[in-house]
């Protein structure tokens, strides 16, 4: 394996707290050296002016195969993962079969390792068949890979099911994920209930249903001492719920998806179906709770809540359009747009927030460029300026709505195990 | 050049300069110059017509579809009455009886019944947004007839141009809109007509069918019928959408009639030359007791025919526009 150095970046390292230009030196796929004079390698890489994070990782991707191959493959979707600067990433169990054997599980990775793309950790169902009745098996699905449990994109709506999922996770000490949502206050919602949806006339998903699922959720980690990880947080009620449960010191963990944070309702006025997503976008109100959460570390993590749809499901009318978004290939330039450009976080806490935390949420040896870890680099222009055009995504799916959109900041090169799998 | 009158007998208005939509969607995008070209057209194509009752060749070698996705009678014959009235032929499509029941998507059966060399297709649909859907995606002039709660343009201007007709403005009148306005398309496309022609608008019904947020927009809330009927020039009285309703948002029909049913007695209250509208269908006895639905004050019939000649103005600027390069 041919040895790489890494030559004038600005390194950033969440987890050991570095922020300097430094050279890094990458030998058996390992990182080895970060310093200066590091001598020569096979392969040089100069990145003046660019940022040298370690590999991303998103904890919230739906990779669609087995069974919706129409919308993604195992191979399709990290191939996209690569290009949006991923290096590891952790599927959602809405595949068909669902992820709830030990079979299905060697399945994804078996096919990931034949992809050879990026690093795929496994999330498996809570509940048999994602049916949300009983428990699927947690012991086995655990020894066989699966890094952690969600019934997502659905809610634990079963909140006895709930309960135990998060007593007997407790025995193999990995996460439950859950997607806050009251279904009963959501049924047929289509976007935020708010002015908006008044006077468009759409079903609309009130803050409530997130907020008393989040209620719920807290005070469940917090009387069984559980680790919970709650996904798609988009109300300030939310935000305000984790803040006060962390500071009593539950373990919960929390994430937003990057469109959550600052796109508005009033983009459903274009009636366009792309921009129908679970949480559904809702007000600045919201959307600057979330970021304050980011800022105070009540919210961890940010993930691409890449979901893709082929067209044929997406050009439909609205009720009948899926709820997602393909977006794990421009995440990064989204965030580095709309969050770092703005001033609202710096480089360091942005890749805390999509490298070092979500790694460290489930437990993923990730997230980190210490001497010895494996590898995983991504390398970061922060001045890049590039447009958006979905007919180039890797993913198979286009369901975007930011077609032609120009964009700062992107990955110029991404490194997993110590091979360069994109150079741009 | 835009195509205008060509019938020698009758002295129908070129369509101003001012009119550029090759669609009608809904009210809330029209400026209020688009609404009243709908108006003053529909008022001499009524004349025109001897009422509604005559044909004319406005729209001859012209094809209208109605595509009505959700069940309909009276929007569905008004257009097409309207559309044979101008002299065009009609295609009819419904959602029972077509390739949608074949797993057909709603954009292709569109383009399908494009090919046929139609000129507008009339969109009714129980999604919102489905006419705006369908105006992206083909080359003909789209009218909405109604897409779920959210809009349904040409019954707003049947509601104002009755209201103009008894009253010659709707500036500075209180026209209130009572019931269901949660699901309600028509008293959305009501609001936006009415305050654009500087009506003063009230809607009035129960808390879980009247969004306390309308106020952002200058609308009026009230749930009271008896503290606003003393104020009002025109009440229109929606009819309950139980089908859109998940869960029932009173308690029962009782209560609601108790609480928002114009009755003789509520009558008593009300301005002497008041307006009582309903869009239908009307349930008797329910939002209106039939003393008043037939009584002296009630222009619903009116209504009906207002609504052959507004949709044949909607028709004729539509078609217009659509006929100049692109």
Redesign the interface.
């Given at each position: 394996m041919p040895s790489i150095l890494i030559r004038n970046g600005r390194i950033i390292d969440p987890s050991q707290s570095l922020d300097e230009v430094a050279d890094l030196l990458i030998e058996d796929g390992i990182i080895r050296a970060i310093g200066t004079e590091l001598g020569t390698a096979d392969h040089e890489i100069d990145a003046t002016s660019q940022i040298v994070s370690p590999g991303l990782v998103d904890v919230h991707v739906q990779l669609r195969e087995p069974g919706f191959e129409e919308d993604e493959t195992i191979e399709s979707g990290t191939a996209a993962a690569i290009q949006g600067g991923f290096t590891s990433i952790a599927c959602l169990p809405n595949t068909s079969p669902t992820t709830d054997t030990q079979a299905q599980v060697q399945f994804i990775q078996q096919k990931a390792s034949q992809a050879d793309n990026c690093h795929v950790f496994v999330i498996a169902c809570v509940s048999k068949n994602r049916e949300g009745q009983e428990l699927a098996e947690m012991g086995i699905l655990t020894q066989a890979g699966a890094v952690a449990f969600t019934d997502a994109p659905n809610p634990l709506q079963k909140t006895d099911l709930f309960r135990r999922a998060l007593e007997y996770s407790r025995m193999f000490d990995v996460p439950i994920l859950d997607h806050p949502e009251i279904p009963e206050l959501s049924?047929?919602g289509i976007m935020h209930s708010?002015?908006v949806s008044?006077?468009?006339?759409?079903s609309g998903i009130h803050p409530d249903s997130e907020e008393l699922a989040t209620g719920r959720d807290l005070r469940l980690a917090e009387t069984i001492g559980a680790r919970l990880h709650l996904m798609d947080i988009s109300t300030e009620g939310s935000v305000e719920l984790i803040r006060r449960a962390k500071g009593r010191g539950v373990h919960v963990t929390s994430e937003v998806c990057i469109a959550n944070l600052y796109l508005t309702d009033e983009v459903m006025r274009s009636?366009d179906s792309n921009y129908k997503v679970n949480p559904p976008l809702r007000s600045q109100t919201h959307i600057d709770a979330c970021v304050a959460g980011l800022q105070d570390g009540t919210i961890d993590v940010i993930t691409s809540g890449h979901a893709p749809r082929a067209s044929?499901k997406k050009?439909?009318?609205?009720?009948?359009a899926p709820f997602g978004m393909s977006q794990i290939e421009i995440t990064l330039g989204l965030a580095i747009t709309n969050l770092v450009v703005p001033g609202h976080l710096d480089f360091p806490t942005l890749i805390s927030k999509i490298s070092t935390n979500p790694a460290q949420a489930l437990k993923l040896e990730k997230g980190t460029l210490a001497i010895g870890a494996a590898a995983d680099i991504t390398i970061i222009d922060p001045q890049a300026s590039w447009q958006v055009d979905s007919s180039t995504f890797a993913s198979r799916s286009t369901n975007t709505p930011f077609d032609g959109l120009t964009l700062t900041g992107r990955a110029t090169t991404v490194i997993v195990d110590g091979i360069v799998k994109l150079q741009r | 050049m835009k195509v205008t009158a060509t019938d020698s007998a009758v002295n129908i208005s070129p369509v101003p300069d001012t009119w550029q939509r090759r669609h009608l969607l809904g009210l809330e995008e029209l400026s209020r110059d688009d609404i009243l070209t709908i108006l003053h057209t529909a008022v001499e194509l009524k004349a025109a017509t001897g009422g509604c009752k005559e044909k004319l060749s406005l729209l001859q070698g012209k094809t209208i579809a109605n595509m009505f996705f959700e069940n309909s009678t009276r929007t569905r014959n008004s257009f097409s009455l309207a559309a044979r009235r101008l002299g065009a032929d009609t295609v009819e499509f419904s959602a029972g009886s077509s390739s949608l029941s074949k797993g057909e998507t709603l954009i292709d059966t569109a383009k399908t019944i494009e090919a046929m060399n139609v000129d507008a297709m009339v969109v009714r649909h129980s999604t919102p947004g489905s006419p705006h859907l369908l105006s992206q995606n083909v080359n003909c002039s789209i009218l909405n007839a109604g897409d779920g709660p959210h809009e349904h343009p040409t019954q707003g201007m049947l509601d104002i141009m009755t209201i103009y007709e008894q009253r010659g403005t709707l500036a500075g009148l209180t026209v209130a809109m009572v019931g269901d306005i949660t699901y309600s398309r028509t008293a959305r496309s009501n609001i936006w007509g009415l305050k654009k022609l500087g009506a003063h608008v009230i809607v009035c019904g129960p808390a879980t069918l009247v969004s306390k947020a309308w106020e952002d927009f200058g609308v009026e809330v009230s749930h009271s019928l008896d503290d606003i009927i003393p104020r009002c020039d025109v009440l229109n009285l929606l009819r309950i959408q139980f089908e859109r309703q998940y869960t029932r948002p009173f308690p029962s029909v009782r209560e609601y009639a108790f609480l928002y049913g114009m009755n003789r007695k509520r009558m008593e209250q009300a301005k002497d030359d008041i307006l009582i509208m309903a869009p239908g269908p009307i349930n008797r006895g329910v939002e209106i007791t039939p003393d008043v639905a037939d009584g002296p004050h009630s222009v619903i019939l009116h209504q009906v025919t207002n609504g052959i000649a507004v949709r044949m103005a909607a028709l004729y600027l539509t078609t217009s526009t659509n006929q100049q390069p692109a």
């Amino acid at each position: 394996m041919p040895s790489i150095l890494i030559r004038n970046g600005r390194i950033i390292d969440p987890s050991q707290s570095l922020d300097e230009v430094a050279d890094l030196l990458i030998e058996d796929g390992i990182i080895r050296a970060i310093g200066t004079e590091l001598g020569t390698a096979d392969h040089e890489i100069d990145a003046t002016s660019q940022i040298v994070s370690p590999g991303l990782v998103d904890v919230h991707v739906q990779l669609r195969e087995p069974g919706f191959e129409e919308d993604e493959t195992i191979e399709s979707g990290t191939a996209a993962a690569i290009q949006g600067g991923f290096t590891s990433i952790a599927c959602l169990p809405n595949t068909s079969p669902t992820t709830d054997t030990q079979a299905q599980v060697q399945f994804i990775q078996q096919k990931a390792s034949q992809a050879d793309n990026c690093h795929v950790f496994v999330i498996a169902c809570v509940s048999k068949n994602r049916e949300g009745q009983e428990l699927a098996e947690m012991g086995i699905l655990t020894q066989a890979g699966a890094v952690a449990f969600t019934d997502a994109p659905n809610p634990l709506q079963k909140t006895d099911l709930f309960r135990r999922a998060l007593e007997y996770s407790r025995m193999f000490d990995v996460p439950i994920l859950d997607h806050p949502e009251i279904p009963e206050l959501s049924q047929s919602g289509i976007m935020h209930s708010g002015a908006v949806s008044m006077v468009l006339g759409l079903s609309g998903i009130h803050p409530d249903s997130e907020e008393l699922a989040t209620g719920r959720d807290l005070r469940l980690a917090e009387t069984i001492g559980a680790r919970l990880h709650l996904m798609d947080i988009s109300t300030e009620g939310s935000v305000e719920l984790i803040r006060r449960a962390k500071g009593r010191g539950v373990h919960v963990t929390s994430e937003v998806c990057i469109a959550n944070l600052y796109l508005t309702d009033e983009v459903m006025r274009s009636f366009d179906s792309n921009y129908k997503v679970n949480p559904p976008l809702r007000s600045q109100t919201h959307i600057d709770a979330c970021v304050a959460g980011l800022q105070d570390g009540t919210i961890d993590v940010i993930t691409s809540g890449h979901a893709p749809r082929a067209s044929e499901k997406k050009m439909t009318e609205l009720d009948r359009a899926p709820f997602g978004m393909s977006q794990i290939e421009i995440t990064l330039g989204l965030a580095i747009t709309n969050l770092v450009v703005p001033g609202h976080l710096d480089f360091p806490t942005l890749i805390s927030k999509i490298s070092t935390n979500p790694a460290q949420a489930l437990k993923l040896e990730k997230g980190t460029l210490a001497i010895g870890a494996a590898a995983d680099i991504t390398i970061i222009d922060p001045q890049a300026s590039w447009q958006v055009d979905s007919s180039t995504f890797a993913s198979r799916s286009t369901n975007t709505p930011f077609d032609g959109l120009t964009l700062t900041g992107r990955a110029t090169t991404v490194i997993v195990d110590g091979i360069v799998k994109l150079q741009r | 050049m835009k195509v205008t009158a060509t019938d020698s007998a009758v002295n129908i208005s070129p369509v101003p300069d001012t009119w550029q939509r090759r669609h009608l969607l809904g009210l809330e995008e029209l400026s209020r110059d688009d609404i009243l070209t709908i108006l003053h057209t529909a008022v001499e194509l009524k004349a025109a017509t001897g009422g509604c009752k005559e044909k004319l060749s406005l729209l001859q070698g012209k094809t209208i579809a109605n595509m009505f996705f959700e069940n309909s009678t009276r929007t569905r014959n008004s257009f097409s009455l309207a559309a044979r009235r101008l002299g065009a032929d009609t295609v009819e499509f419904s959602a029972g009886s077509s390739s949608l029941s074949k797993g057909e998507t709603l954009i292709d059966t569109a383009k399908t019944i494009e090919a046929m060399n139609v000129d507008a297709m009339v969109v009714r649909h129980s999604t919102p947004g489905s006419p705006h859907l369908l105006s992206q995606n083909v080359n003909c002039s789209i009218l909405n007839a109604g897409d779920g709660p959210h809009e349904h343009p040409t019954q707003g201007m049947l509601d104002i141009m009755t209201i103009y007709e008894q009253r010659g403005t709707l500036a500075g009148l209180t026209v209130a809109m009572v019931g269901d306005i949660t699901y309600s398309r028509t008293a959305r496309s009501n609001i936006w007509g009415l305050k654009k022609l500087g009506a003063h608008v009230i809607v009035c019904g129960p808390a879980t069918l009247v969004s306390k947020a309308w106020e952002d927009f200058g609308v009026e809330v009230s749930h009271s019928l008896d503290d606003i009927i003393p104020r009002c020039d025109v009440l229109n009285l929606l009819r309950i959408q139980f089908e859109r309703q998940y869960t029932r948002p009173f308690p029962s029909v009782r209560e609601y009639a108790f609480l928002y049913g114009m009755n003789r007695k509520r009558m008593e209250q009300a301005k002497d030359d008041i307006l009582i509208m309903a869009p239908g269908p009307i349930n008797r006895g329910v939002e209106i007791t039939p003393d008043v639905a037939d009584g002296p004050h009630s222009v619903i019939l009116h209504q009906v025919t207002n609504g052959i000649a507004v949709r044949m103005a909607a028709l004729y600027l539509t078609t217009s526009t659509n006929q100049q390069p692109a």
